[in-house]
């Protein structure tokens, strides 16, 4: 009786502020007055059930824990619940992480206090506190961790409670207080005050709202604080196209609000009908149109596309359709292998099509979302307003909203980058991941360190829905499974129009320099660049693998950063000055007159940055325009769409990127594709560096040629003869597969094993060793380690051995399926043996090892 008591009033209660519940009086008063009532409620049977006590995931700037509350007898508390808790002296909300029988020893039982209310039970989907608990374990991380990731800021809200006369019925004879108090709600049309203001304004507010509230005379409610309220703002609704006595101007207005076919804000209308706000209000009170306050919701606004319609499909598209469409109501994982340009995303679309016809919404994820706005817009134009994007890049607001529509269950396209697969989603139907390889699937810190891919695979297990993951380079764990049958291949082994894939020129940049030609660009990609023929060219620099250093000729001293051991980068501001940066912590330096180690004057950078290979285009081509598009350029928000809309506008001849450039981008007019210095990707100190550096030449590769002109593309390096760059030439995707998971088999390493990375970092050097040190033996002893399923290789210095002042040790752990040896909660139980100055995070599955 008394759950259903509460039940009923909570679940009028939403704590995203949906619906405006109303609740007694109880309430009002806090858990403090209610308790003593409820307990006469309850039956002996529910006193029997022992103490609880629940932990609580406090939704308030500032709480950095989670805080231990007493369970009132007979309530019933699981994780995931809103509760609402005293917290100093505010009431906050808070989310139950976890139910405890027994008070955590570290809790003082005196300074214990109570939940004051269960707000809301069915806050999340069903299985969507699974799937975070999930996370959790999978991952060694503490649940609060995780649904700190998960939620955007302030979705629990800070409760409001707030009072509103009710319709008047005649007045009973009142207290003072209670007259009092009855005056000055009905000073305000509403009376709609906050109970907190009240008590700042009257004396005995308290026992005066009880009194009319009993009388049936004001009701009281919960609301969400007003920061996190849905912004309302002006509409205009047509409620009469036509009409007799209207102004030329007037006729014009109807007419625009009815090619727009909904209802427009209006500010909207001013700007494109150029009137002014007297006009709307005269239509108004004609009774054409009607003006009104409506939810805006601040969901992230695209840019206007045209409307679009599916596309005719080839027949290898058609086949891959065809398949996943049987299987929309399945757990099944499919790899959709298609060579760049061979119309993935048109698959994806109809996919969707599909999808959202059955009343389903569908969760598309890309690597970079501000690198993919041709994707965006193609969707957008398919989808037009059923498409939210949600992504790190989005206001606190515009994420509030996002995350909140997701709850409902009307069906959407959601487009967004790795955190996106941690929406609530209601009524999801089908995920995909585009360009599944791309390691910005992959979060390196802070915990959890998962893996969007990982996750989507636990989420369309629990909702029975198809996972597509589309490439064509596919991460070698993906493609192992695939050759397994975990994983169902569907193939698009050619471009659209059956276009040929760009054909590859190598570049021996040894018989370059033998030829006396010391320019970054090779004769041939000169030669190139010079027969571009109103055709635009693509050249890719490695970011990585320190685009450029500067050392001393004489001693050979590199210049580092004196907080990390990096070396320091060089940039030019202007014309010449250059100034030294580390890439990690952004300290910056002049250049040095002379080398610190033997003075020495002839100080010279070496390699080549994005900056050097635009200086050296612009010294060879002086009639070519470039644009540069790496970080540097693409701060500002918008840039990359600015910057990519200018290059398919044709104002610039050859864009110079780095990585970035290998992200989803169709331009027809690329016939060009230049890709220097390649080797230092495959130079990285990482068991990864060739899988890389396949896919990211491929996908580089395959920028070249998608329009009508045929395209070609030219690799320089310094190890022709690599057997990664004779298969990037080849576009021999199996036999590199083979070749690489078989060196890998006998290594142990992934896909063969999983392996664990423990970083540890400390502004003291000794403490870092001697902590690292102490952890590897421990982990030593454990069963897993001993009885020899798990290895300890380690502790070693991080590659990168400082940063930041900080100095970085790794230990790294190998062996088979960490869920089942036990290891995990070691793992967990890891950080409280960690000295307060050395912080240590837990990646599981680690893609990062520098
Ligand atoms: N069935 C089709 N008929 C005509 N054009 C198509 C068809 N499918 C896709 N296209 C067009 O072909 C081009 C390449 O397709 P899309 O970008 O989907 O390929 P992709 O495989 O996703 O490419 P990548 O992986 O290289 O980014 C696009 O401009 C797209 O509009
Ligand atoms: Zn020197
Ligand atoms: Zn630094």
């Given at each position: 009786m008394l759950m259903a008591a509460l039940r009923s009033q909570s679940t009028q209660l939403h704590p995203l502020g949906f619906t405006k519940g109303v609740c007694n009086m109880q309430q009002l008063n806090g858990g403090r007055a209610f308790l003593p009532c409820l307990k006469a409620e309850v039956s002996s049977a529910e006193y029997d059930e022992g103490p609880a006590f629940a932990s609580v995931l406090v939704d308030c700037p500032g709480a950095t824990a989670a805080y231990t509350y007493q369970i009132p007898r007979g309530w019933r508390v699981q994780g995931g619940d809103v509760v609402e808790v005293p917290f100093g002296s505010q009431v906050v909300r808070g989310i139950v992480l976890e139910v405890l029988a027994v008070l955590p020893p570290s809790v003082d039982p005196q300074g214990l206090r109570s939940l004051l209310e269960v707000v809301d039970q069915q806050l999340f989907p069903k299985d969507y506190w699974a799937l975070l608990e999930q996370i959790a374990t999978y991952y060694c991380t503490p649940l609060i961790q995780v649904v700190r990731t998960a939620l955007p800021p302030g979705v629990l809200g800070r409760s409001q409670r707030r009072v509103r006369l009710r319709p008047p019925q005649g007045i009973p004879p009142l207290s003072e207080q209670g007259q009092h108090l009855l005056r000055f709600l009905q000073t305000k049309g509403s009376g709609d005050y906050s109970v907190r203001y009240l008590q700042q304004q009257l004396p005995k507010v308290q026992r005066a709202l009880k009194e009319l509230e009993r009388l049936g005379l004001v009701e009281t409610y919960l609301a969400a604080a007003a920061s996190q309220q849905p912004k309302r703002q002006q509409a205009v609704v047509l409620l009469n196209s036509e009409g007799k006595t209207l102004t030329q101007r007037q006729r014009q207005i109807l007419r625009y609000l009815q090619q727009q076919g909904r209802d427009c804000w209006l500010q909207e209308v001013l700007k494109a009908t150029g009137t002014t706000p007297q006009t709307l209000h005269r239509l108004a009170a004609k009774g054409y149109i009607a003006i009104v306050q409506q939810q805006h919701c601040r969901t992230e606004q695209g840019i206007a596309v045209t409307p679009d319609r599916p596309k005719t499909l080839t027949p290898a598209q058609a086949t891959a359709l065809h398949v996943i469409s049987k299987h929309l109501d399945c757990a099944q994982t499919f790899l959709l292998h298609g060579v760049t340009g061979s119309g993935k995303t048109e698959v994806y679309l109809q996919v969707i099509a599909q999808c959202l016809g059955r009343g389903r919404s569908a969760l598309l994820l890309v690597p970079e979302i501000g690198l993919t706005p041709q994707l965006t817009d193609r969707v957008r134009a398919r989808f037009g307003e059923r498409l939210l994007v949600y992504h790190s890049g989005l206001s606190e607001g515009e994420r509030y909203d996002t995350w909140r529509l997701t709850l409902m269950p009307e069906p959407r396209v959601i487009i967004g980058t790795r955190s996106a697969v941690l929406l609530p989603l209601v009524g999801l139907g089908l995920i995909i991941l585009d360009e599944e390889h791309d390691s910005g699937y992959k979060q390196d810190q802070p915990q959890p360190c998962y893996h969007a891919r990982t996750v989507a695979q636990w989420r369309s297990r629990q909702q029975q829905c198809p996972l597509i993951l589309g490439t064509a380079t596919p991460a070698l764990s993906t493609w192992q499974a695939a050759q397994e049958g975990q994983i169902h291949l569907l193939s698009l082994p050619q471009r659209i129009h059956a276009a040929p894939l760009p054909p590859i020129t190598i570049v021996d940049m040894r018989q370059e320099l033998h030829r006396g030609n010391r320019s970054m660009l090779s004769r041939p990609l000169q030669e190139a660049l010079e027969n571009l023929q109103g055709q635009q060219a693509i050249l890719f620099v490695p970011r990585r693998g320190h685009s450029t250093f500067v050392s001393c000729r004489s001693c050979g001293t590199v210049i580092y950063c004196p907080h990390c051991s990096v070396s320091l980068t060089g940039h030019l501001f202007g014309e010449e000055m250059e100034v030294l940066r580390c890439h990690y912590c952004n300290y910056t330096q002049r250049v040095p007159q002379r080398c610190p180690s033997c003075g020495s004057p002839y100080l010279k950078p070496f390699g080549g940055g994005t900056q050097r290979v635009v200086r050296e285009l612009n010294r060879l081509f002086p009639q070519l325009r470039v644009l540069r598009f790496d970080s540097d350029t693409t701060q500002r928000k918008g840039a990359h769409r600015q910057l990519l809309t200018q290059f398919a506008a044709g104002e610039a001849d050859v864009m110079v990127g780095t990585q970035m450039l290998t992200k989803g981008i169709d331009l027809p007019q690329v016939a060009l594709v230049g890709i220097l210095a390649a080797?230092?990707?495959?130079?990285?100190?990482?068991?990864?560096?060739?899988?890389?550096?396949?896919?990211?030449?491929?996908?580089?590769?395959?920028?070249?040629?998608?329009?009508?002109?045929?395209?070609?593309?030219?690799?320089?390096?310094?190890?022709?003869?690599?057997?990664?760059?004779?298969?990037?030439?080849?576009?021999?995707?199996?036999?590199?597969?083979?070749?690489?998971?078989?060196?890998?088999?006998?290594?142990?390493?992934?896909?063969?094993?999983?392996?664990?990375?423990?970083?540890?970092?400390?502004p003291d050097p000794e403490d870092v060793a001697a902590t690292a040190q102490a952890i590897a033996q421990h982990l030593q002893r454990l069963d897993a380690v001993s009885q020899g399923d798990w290895e300890v290789l380690g502790p070693a210095p991080a590659a990168i051995a400082k940063i930041a002042g900080r100095y970085r040790w790794q230990i790294l752990l190998k062996g088979q399926s960490l869920q089942t040896c036990g290891l995990s909660q070691a793992l967990i139980h890891l950080k409280a043996e960690c000295p307060r100055s050395t912080r240590l995070s837990i990646d599981v599955d680690p893609l990062n090892f520098l």
């Open positions: 080797d230092s990707l495959l130079h990285l100190p990482d068991y990864q560096a060739a899988e890389r550096t396949f896919q990211i030449l491929t996908q580089v590769a395959g920028r070249s040629g998608r329009g009508a002109h045929p395209g070609q593309v030219i690799l320089q390096t310094y190890v022709p003869d690599h057997p990664v760059i004779t298969a990037v030439k080849a576009y021999d995707w199996d036999s590199f597969a083979t070749r690489e998971l078989s060196s890998r088999a006998p290594l142990g390493y992934p896909p063969y094993a999983q392996l664990v990375l423990l970083r540890l970092s400390s």
